[in-house]
């Protein structure tokens, strides 16, 4: 390679042009995963851009490149992704945070006043995206986070670091919470058919299919927990679902049909149906 091709510009012009075809992101890519390499943030890389990095951490950044090429998402290459302004550590034994699943911290956000201290569990926290966000934002809500994966705990429990206002708790859906009583109920729970074609694309295989795929025509696990919140919702507290754009008309039934009242459905950036909330009045 030439000398010129071996300098940061160089480098990155080159990941450039490999990483077309794999990700729509191309130019962004190749920085984060030089910057990740380098153990800089991505201004050096414009401040320096003639810096020759050593050859092993070429070496190391090519091998990303390659790994990235054939549809590894950037976040399981790193170790990091961003989410509501928190960087959070994952691995491929979770599922990374998307940013149209924000929408639902800035609904429960929304749903209080900062002065109520109430409490709230967040159901297949994976890790621990929606749980530690509403925890940061409000220190004195009481948050449980529960998820039927024990590596996904543990990465939920390396994201918590300081946070002393959240709890995890191994099991399915509601088991670990017993008889608990809540204000808030909120989840992300896989709402993927298993036939749908979005499951082909290089980076959903390489996440884990446990917290994408659903029976029922992805509906199984957002129906199971609508149907068994009402055992532990306060009356007048508040259910949460991130769901398929194609799922809003369903959930909204199904809510209806169990006493649910204040039912509305919210539009991520895309325009597309991506959370529904709802209130539960009855004792």
Known sequence: ????EKNIDGLLREATRHLQAATD??????ELLLAYVLRR????????PESLPPADQRDCFHALLQRRRQGE?????????????????????VLIPRPETELLVELALACFTQQQSINVADLGTGSGAIALALAHERPHWRITATDISTPALEVARSNAQMLENVQFLAGHWFVPLNTKRLHLIISNPPYIDSHDPHLQQPELRHEPQQALVSPAH??????????????????????ILEHGFDQGSTVRKRLRDKGFSAISTHHDLAGHERATLARWDAE
């Open 1 to 4: 390679m030439p000398p010129s």
């Open 25 to 30: 992101s191309p130019r962004l890519d190749a």
């Open 41 to 48: 943030d991505r201004v050096y890389l414009y401040t320096y």
């Open 73 to 93: 998402p950037l976040a399981y290459l790193t170790g990091f992704k961003e989410f509501w302004s928190l960087s959070l550590s994952i691995t491929p034994q």
């Open 218 to 239: 992805g509906l199984k696990d957002i129906m199971h927990i609508i149907d068994n919140t009402p055992q532990h919702l306060l009356a007048g507290g508040f259910l």
